[in-house]
């Protein structure tokens, strides 16, 4: 096993790991909208849904994969109003049409809008 860490993707604010590399796998941790730069949290779902996806494009690519080779999402929305919002923008990024799941939570660290975490596989050459 090995651990992903990026400083282009936010760090951990718990006793946990952007995430693992194991065997051909990469289990990225649930990402928070929270700009790695600055800290701060965009405003609105779109920008949020925005920030989630690019960080977990960054852990994925500190650990050599890409979006297309993201085959499990599971994604965490505050408000199910926000569906059709996030859906558009995680819809940029997540091509491959990983099997999902969304769910709605009572509230999420930072009182953010979204999370999403993501399990990859190495392409075969």
Do not use: W
């Amino acid at each position: 096993m090995n651990v992903i860490n990026t400083d282009k993707a936010p760090g951990a604010i718990g006793p946990y790991s952007q995430g693992f590399e194991v065997n051909d796998l990469a289990f990225v941790s649930g990402q928070l909208p929270v700009n790695p730069e600055t800290g701060e949290v965009p405003v609105g779902i779109a920008a949020q849904a925005e920030q989630s996806c690019k960080n977990v494009g960054a852990i994925l690519e500190a650990a050599g994969f890409g979006f297309d080779t993201v085959f499990k999402t599971t994604c965490f929305l505050a408000d199910m109003a926000d569906f059709a919002a996030f859906n558009e923008i995680y819809a940029k990024y997540f091509i491959s049409k990983p099997a999902r799941s969304c769910v709605a939570v009572k509230q999420l660290p930072k009182e953010v809008l979204c999370e999403i975490e993501a399990i990859a596989v190495k392409k075969n050459n």
